[in-house]
């Protein structure tokens, strides 16, 4: 099965962290707005272990639901053809994005279909999953129970036609407007007729994901507090868990042989899975990450679309496990991602495939876009004039610095030489304030920390001229290209979450074997060899 798998160093004395990254619908391609929403989930992975903290980051393909199954029918092929295709083409996008999961899988792998079963066999067992008969959209004609999507009718907000999950003016359909709506399939009226499912007992679950909610609500982005609080007000009702599916999670309980699980409930128990699955792979306990512990850390990175999933429904799930599941400590909602000011969309060829985009553009630098200038508190607009305008800043203060210093003309290693005090306490400095805007997941501050660091050393270097003092005092030269090679080190770590390669450049160019997250100093008369431009100026 293709994947991505890395593999993860034990740090006896490192806190756990688990990462969790919304899971990609496999039935169209990824685009940069999806990117903009899972890549705080990278920078996380990365910054805790330069941290040597234990982090397992998972995440996969959502491989079941109507949506693959329609573009099935459309396409005359199997709905497992159409996830497998999408799931190799995230699996692709992802590696060129530079993402370091430790499991990315998909929901039809066998471990993780059979896992689910037990768990919501347990949750049944639990008494949280209850059976429950009530009229739902049937097809005479199909002789089949139709989900929302599969039907059409005029919205009444907007007066246009509308698959019946949602309408694009934003209005969602109840069940009373569904009535008698058109089946996709087949063009005619729709009735209703007895149905019986499984329900989840949200309703029984509601004061302790309040209880819960309120411990954590701190740590959470402002739209996730905001979105959360609205529906708890709202009460949270029972919601079905089984649907008339051909394709999906089989309902481990006798007589819903024709039914699979709704993809919502299998696909957020795929943290869990895929934690389960890459611990049997590497001797680990699971527990050591997913059961309660004051000092592990647990963060959920997806789009604001996706809050209520992680901060109502999932944490409903762990809870009726009853089995002292951690719940998501830290939800990393972000914003939307425009391109050129309208939405991204394939189907009208607006925006950027994450494929297109790392044909086109360096992905480091727009790694480093996407968190300067992405949605982390407000929707955001992508446009290409202005990650040119980002790419060339970073070009400029970053670039130029790394070339200037290693590939000074008459040098042919780091010199001997005193660091400059002053400049040693701006890059101490520069660890805590990306260690605070870390945590408190303020990515964005962290590139301006980045960005001020650079400001400074380059204007250190200009104010010393050390093509000057080279002619003129040796000592204060070797002084001067010491603590600027010293800066480069140290630079490469703080880049290390944002730009990875661009920070392995630099090390390969000083002979660091690896980054850490701490004030480091480099080896005199290490040899300056085959120094390259870090990025070409657009």
């Not at 009460?235 to 089989?250: E, K, Y």
């Not at 060829?349 to 407000?378: H, M, Q, S, W």
């Amino acid at each position: 099965m293709k994947e991505i798998y890395n593999e993860i160093k034990i740090n006896e004395t490192g806190r756990n962290i688990l990462i969790g990254g919304a899971w990609p619908y496999a039935n169209s391609s990824l685009h940069l707005g999806h990117i903009s929403s899972l890549l705080p989930g990278d920078i996380l992975a990365r910054y805790h272990r330069l941290k040597n903290d234990n982090v397992i980051y998972v995440s996969g393909t959502d491989c079941h639901g109507t949506p693959i199954t329609e573009r099935a029918k459309k396409e005359g092929v199997t709905a497992a053809s159409i996830a497998e295709r999408y799931h190799e083409e995230f699996v692709e996008s992802f590696n060129k994005m530079n993402f370091s999961y430790n499991l990315y899988s998909k929901t039809e792998s066998e471990f993780h279909k059979n896992t689910v079963e037990d768990l919501f066999k347990k949750m049944y067992d639990n008494g949280y999953i209850f059976e429950k008969v009530e009229e739902d959209n049937y097809c005479e004609t199909c002789n089949k129970f139709v989900a929302d999507r599969e039907l059409k009718l005029i919205c009444p907000e907007c007066s246009l036609e509308s698959k019946g999950d949602q309408c694009d003016c934003g209005h969602v359909f109840t069940k009373q407007e569904l009535v008698g709506a058109t089946c996709i399939d087949c063009g005619n009226k729709t009735t209703t007729k007895d149905n019986k499912n499984l329900y989840i007992a949200l309703s029984k679950l509601q004061k302790d994901i309040e209880q819960y909610a309120k411990e954590n609500t701190t740590k959470w982005r402002k739209n996730a507090q905001n979105e959360t609080s609205k529906y708890l007000l709202e009460g949270l009702p029972d919601r079905a868990v089984t649907r008339d599916l051909s394709w999906g999670v089989n309902i481990p309980l006798p007589n819903y042989e024709d039914k699979k699980m709704y993809v919502w409930i299998e696909a957020v128990l795929g943290y869990l899975t895929t934690t389960m699955d890459f611990c049997n792979r590497n001797n680990l306990n699971y527990e050591n990450w997913w059961k309660k512990d004051k000092n592990d850390i647990m963060y959920m990175a997806h789009g604001k679309d996706n809050i209520t999933f992680h901060s109502i429904i999932f944490p409903g799930l762990l809870l009726a496990l009853e089995d002292n599941y951690k719940l998501p400590d830290m939800i990393v909602s972000s914003e939307y991602l425009n391109f050129n000011d309208q939405k991204f969309s394939k189907s009208k060829g607006i925006g950027l495939t994450v494929l297109e985009a790392v044909e086109e553009l360096n992905v480091d630098t727009l790694r480093f876009y996407l968190i300067k200038n992405g949605p982390e508190k407000k929707d955001t607009n992508f446009t290409l004039d202005d990650y040119k305008l980002i790419h060339n800043e970073v070009n400029n203060k970053l670039g130029n610095f790394i070339n200037r210093t290693l590939k000074f003309k008459g040098i042919s290693e780091i010199p001997e030489g005193n660091m400059d005090e002053t400049i040693k306490e701006i890059l101490e400095r520069a660890y805590k304030d990306i260690t605070f805007y870390m945590e408190k997941m303020e990515f964005k501050e962290v590139t301006n920390v980045i960005l001020e660091v650079l400001d400074k050393v380059n204007k250190y270097y200009d104010d010393k001229m050390p093509w000057v003092l080279f002619k003129e005092d040796i000592n204060k030269f070797n002084d001067c290209m010491y603590t600027c090679s010293v800066v480069c080190a140290n630079l490469s770590n703080y880049i290390e979450p944002i730009m990875p390669t661009t920070a392995q450049t630099i090390r390969k160019y000083l002979n660091i074997n690896e980054p850490c997250w701490n004030y480091i100093e480099v080896n005199s008369k290490q040899k300056l060899d085959n120094i390259e431009p870090l990025f070409n100026r657009l």
